[in-house]
């Protein structure tokens, strides 16, 4: 699992997101120890975020809450590392570019339009994530 230095990426043209059904504003900082918006929702000791919109639209479809959801422009505030509940089980190589910290996410922006996926595969996945919960296996495992 790589392991990002926030000093390495401060001159990155990378554009990271964060979806989610939380109302943010620019300035906002979304930092752990705040109720997961997945699994068991337990304390989360990490955020998590990627670097494709695609990623970031089912952060915001699957978060718990009411409404579309949302899609943020964060900024990393400290280090942070590959994702491994998809690197490392899922994903190899992180080709989702879905990374999680222990520091805030900074927002800087709002995604204003995005489509998001069609009802019959928000549903499958929704399915999907319902079994595995029946099964007892977390979506997220920090």
Same mark, same amino acid.
């Given at each position: 699992?790589? $392991? =990002?230095?926030?000093?390495?990426?401060? @001159?990155?043209?990378? &554009? =990271? =997101?964060?979806?989610?059904?939380? $109302?943010?504003q620019t300035g906002d900082v979304i930092e752990p120890g /705040?109720?997961? @918006?997945?699994?068991?929702?337990?304390?989360?000791? =990490?955020?998590?975020?990627?670097? &494709?919109?695609?990623?970031?639209?089912?952060?915001?479809?699957?978060?718990?809450? %009411?409404?579309?959801?949302?899609?943020?422009? $964060?900024?990393? &505030?400290?280090? /942070?590392?590959?994702?491994?509940?998809? &690197?490392?089980?899922?994903?190899?190589?992180?080709?989702?570019k879905s990374y999680r910290t222990k520091s805030g996410l900074? $927002?800087?922006?709002?995604?204003?339009?995005?489509?998001?996926?069609?009802? %019959?595969?928000? !549903?499958?996945?929704?399915?999907?994530?319902?079994?595995?919960?029946? !099964?007892?296996?977390?979506?997220?495992?920090?």
């Amino acid at each position: 699992m790589a $392991i =990002y230095d926030i000093t390495e990426i401060a @001159n990155s043209t990378t &554009t =990271y =997101y964060h979806g989610t059904k939380a $109302i943010l504003q620019t300035g906002d900082v979304i930092e752990p120890g /705040f109720t997961s @918006n997945y699994g068991s929702r337990k304390k989360a000791n =990490y955020v998590y975020f990627t670097a &494709t919109l695609d990623a970031a639209i089912w952060g915001a479809e699957l978060a718990v809450g %009411e409404g579309f959801g949302s899609i943020y422009i $964060i900024e990393p &505030t400290g280090n /942070f590392e590959d994702d491994p509940n998809l &690197t490392d089980k899922k994903f190899p190589g992180n080709p989702t570019k879905s990374y999680r910290t222990k520091s805030g996410l900074k $927002i800087i922006g709002l995604v204003e339009t995005w489509e998001g996926h069609s009802p %019959e595969l928000l !549903q499958t996945m929704k399915d999907n994530l319902a079994r595995l919960k029946e !099964q007892g296996i977390e979506a997220i495992e920090d």
